[in-house]
């Protein structure tokens, strides 16, 4: 950078301005347009910056929220699972009660000995003596 002394001269103020050499004012006008590249491309990256930060933060907000739905599910088939289990240890306990093979067994062999197809029934039997009486007239 080339600096010149005031001129010295007396008269108007544009004489006593430092002389200004052309290379000053290119860099100052490079320098300007660096500047604003910066700051555009700083201003960019804060808008993506932004941008990431909502898209994290709406991120976040909908995985909590399927989080809190899906433990809500699991609390839910918990409590099916364990109504479950009840029902069967209900019904395990009601089977209990149910005849053995071998007492089934038992009644079946005394339902062939007195085969109650032979008993009859009070109404046969009116029915039956009806009909002796009938033949004894």
Known sequence: MNSQPLKQKKGNAKDLMPSTDPEIYRQINDISRRL???????????????????????????????????NSDIRDIRRDIKDIKDNINQMAKEMKLFAKKSDVLVIQRYVKLFDPMRFVTPNQVEQIIKEKLEDLK
């Open 36 to 70: 604003r590249v910066a700051e555009e491309n700083y201003s960019g990256l804060r808008r993506k910056t932004q941008l990431s930060d909502q898209n994290i933060l709406k991120t976040n907000k909908n995985t909590k929220t399927e989080i809190i739905a899906i």
